[in-house]
Antibody, heavy 124, light 111 residues
């Protein structure tokens, strides 16, 4: 059974960089079929797609966050990472990692497996 | 402001049928892109409920069904049960944003 687990600091100071890792178990992140994504949910609010990546290096970012977001992969550790720079209180959210079973740009892509999420608070 | 519009809340009594709408526009649902639905129980991660407009992943009861027409989609839940009380989100692809977009979510209350 595929499992995804987010990890990283729960508190980040304003203007600093948020860094999270998603470790995949029960499957290979290097699969040619799947893409991997980050999604966030501010407290009491809805879901927002942050970006996605393929193990080969292709990345896709939400234009509203572009310029601040970097998603990368470490196939040797079977994990992928999120970096969000210049954070503000508006970046306080539950951050989820998830899997796409098809390319994000395919028009029919969805998220079939999710991690349990990790809460990141931006505060001094 | 979400790209896809959902009613903030719906409610129904046990055993009843409820529907949740998801309204988009020409760059997303109206362009023919698939709509997917997620169920988020309190304090948990979202779970895929419907994919490709009307397909259920293994393990999802057939009480849940999806449909799409024009620039809108709907999730229907029949035989409502207390355990269905959750937040429900629709999701699609938006060509103007070149990425996935979600609805704002609908809270289902079982009376």
């Amino acid at each position: 059974q595929l499992q995804l687990q987010e990890s990283g600091p729960g508190l980040v100071k304003p203007s600093e960089t948020l860094s999270l890792t998603c470790t995949v178990s029960g499957g290979s992140i290097s699969s040619s079929t799947y893409y991997w994504a980050w999604i966030r949910q501010p407290p009491g609010k809805g879901l927002e797609w942050i970006g996605s990546m393929f193990y080969g290096g292709s990345t896709y970012y939400n234009p509203s966050l572009k310029g601040r977001v970097t998603i990368s992969v470490d196939t040797s550790k079977n994990h992928f990472s999120l970096r969000l720079s210049s954070v503000t209180a508006a970046d306080t959210a539950m951050y989820y990692c998830a899997r796409h079973p098809s390319p994000p740009s395919s028009g029919w892509s969805y998220f079939d497996y999710w991690g349990q999420g990790t809460l990141v608070t931006v505060s001094s | 402001q979400s790209v896809l519009t959902q009613p903030p809340s719906v409610s129904g009594a046990p055993g009843q049928r409820v529907t949740i709408s998801c309204t988009g526009s020409s760059p997303n649902i109206g362009a023919g892109y698939d709509v997917h639905w997620y169920q988020q129980l309190p304090g948990t991660a979202p779970k895929l409920l419907i994919y490709g407009n009307n397909n259920r992943p293994s393990g999802v009861p057939d009480r849940f069904s999806g449909s799409k027409s024009g620039t809108s989609a709907s999730l229907a839940i029949t035989g409502l049960q207390a355990e269905d009380e959750a937040d429900y989100y629709c999701q699609s692809y938006d060509s103007s944003l070149s990425g996935s977009v979600f609805g704002g979510g609908t809270k289902l209350t079982v009376l």
